[in-house]
């Protein structure tokens, strides 16, 4: 077999991928038909495709790159820490440097009390640790029967089966055999969607005290847990009312039950704080990490713990761990990454300088005739498409297809948007540039503009 490389027509690498590659969350038949994109190296904020095409990256890969693509110095750690200690386990009574010094700097940096981190290879996997951990917890305080976690529909919290049941995705649990016992989902703090004509700050009580009712419902000696993203990401970057997480913090402490802020996304700088839960004044027992604690470098996730979960979970023998937690190697490149967001002032500048830049461009985005309302917090932002701004009307056509639509000419536009339902979203590298995002609001626009057409011929609106 000939090597497969960069040099190889895009057709013939398009083939071979359909005929090996399963891609997930994808119908893998009808991608075969147009043929997968083929990203050949990135830099800074710019993709570039086996066509030679450079795309403004406005996701940051998958919510991740937070400090940008091609910094030599993650491939220098990576390449020293390989040659020194590749590999060894946490398992028997062993540890690492990489890992001690990531643990400590992760102490240092997260809010509180939050001073243990236990590691996975993602936020699926981290996810699946808290689901164990706080069931443990309850069980090793005398209370096995607190198993209960309480979650949100239309969250996302991995792609496991334990943290699939956590997420509220509808079409998830529609396969495989989810959610598993124990998991309860109340309605999303989603005001555009679905406050029809309340009042959004009302309408952000009535949605937290959902959890209150839950709590009733069950018995709060059931309830182990809620978990949350700070503000929610694939379902939309879903910026809740004011009102509605100081109740969700009232409701945790009355009850006894454990906060688990899933800060995925919203951890390392993406809302202008280093965690979403200093963003929005939340006080978790633990939150979920992965993404930006490494920047996507390589793959690395865990749940940063309270001194008062620890104490106990350290107390027992906790049956968990994955071959990879703790991996030396991806524990070398997290540290690495958050030394540069430090010495780089990266989340100073989110907070202070081109995530206030951002926010005035993308909500100039609300004039356009297609988008019903444009909100950001740091920098994740959100569109909602709509055909008619003042009722906050859905398209007559599928959720989605309208979406889909602008999505496809952002992409022909060298931009990387994604859409969730008719929303469209971004998360860009935190080191763009004012220039960059000029580019990217000009780019959107423009996409705009061209989904609109398309959905005036198509006469869905
Ligand atoms: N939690 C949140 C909030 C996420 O956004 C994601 C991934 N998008 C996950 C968990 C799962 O992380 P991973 O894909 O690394 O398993």
């Not at 005001?191 to 309340?198: A, R």
């Not at 939309?236 to 688990?260: M, N, T």
């Not at 008062?308 to 906790?318: G, P, S």
Request: negative net charge.
């Amino acid at each position: 077999m000939t090597a497969i490389t960069n040099h190889m027509p895009t057709a013939e690498l398009q083939a071979l991928d359909a005929a090996h590659h399963m891609h997930p969350f994808t119908n893998n038949n009808e991608l075969e038909q147009k043929g997968a994109r083929i990203i050949t190296r990135a830099k800074g904020v710019t993709l570039t495709d086996s066509e030679g095409n450079q795309i403004l990256d406005a996701m940051g890969g998958l919510w991740c790159v937070n400090i940008g693509y091609g910094r030599e110095e993650l491939a220098e750690v990576a390449a020293r820490q390989m040659r020194e200690l590749p590999f060894y386990n946490t398992f028997f009574q062993t540890t690492h440097v990489p890992v001690i010094a990531l643990s400590a700097k992760l102490a240092e940096l997260a809010p509180g009390d939050l001073n243990h981190v236990f590691y996975a290879s993602s936020g699926s996997e981290a996810n699946d640790t808290n689901i164990r951990m706080v069931r443990t917890y309850w069980a090793e305080m005398g209370q096995p029967e607190r198993k209960v976690i309480i979650s949100r529909k239309n969250a996302y919290h991995g792609s496991s089966v334990g943290s699939g049941s956590l997420g509220g995705m509808s079409g998830m649990h529609a396969q495989g055999g989810m959610p598993i016992p124990d998991i309860h989902h109340i309605d999303q703090p989603y005001w555009y969607g679905e406050g029809g004509d309340s009042d959004p700050e009302e309408f952000g009580l009535a949605r937290a005290r959902q959890l209150e009712e839950k709590i009733e419902e069950l018995g709060a000696h059931c309830v182990a847990a809620f978990i949350a993203e700070p503000i929610q990401g694939a379902g939309g970057v879903i910026i809740p009312p004011d009102s509605y997480w100081p109740e969700i913090q009232r409701i945790c402490d009355k009850y006894g039950v454990l906060l688990i802020a899933d800060e995925v996304i919203c951890g390392f700088g993406r809302t202008g704080n280093w965690f979403g839960s200093q963003t929005l004044n939340i006080r978790p027992d633990i939150m979920t990490i992965a993404k930006g604690l490494s920047s996507g470098y390589a793959p690395i996730g865990g749940s940063i713990v309270s001194d008062k979960i620890a104490e106990v979970i350290n107390a027992c023998e906790f049956n968990h761990g994955y071959t990879y937690s703790g991996h030396p190697v991806s524990c070398a490149v997290a540290l690495e990454n958050l030394r540069i967001l430090e010495e780089e002032k990266i989340v100073e500048r989110v907070a202070q300088d081109t995530g206030p830049y951002l926010k005035e461009k993308w909500q100039a985005l609300a004039d356009h005739p297609l988008v019903g309302e444009a909100r950001i917090v740091g920098m994740m932002g959100s569109l909602a498409l709509t055909p008619h701004k003042e009722s906050r009307a859905k398209f007559a056509a599928d959720a989605g297809t309208a979406g889909y639509i602008c999505r496809e000419r952002c992409f022909a536009n060298s931009l990387v948007m994604r859409h969730v339902g008719d929303r469209m979203i971004i998360s860009p590298p935190l080191v763009i540039t004012k220039e960059e995002i000029d580019t990217l609001a000009e780019r959107a626009w423009a996409s705009l503009d061209q989904a609109a057409a398309k959905l005036k011929e198509d006469g869905l609106m």
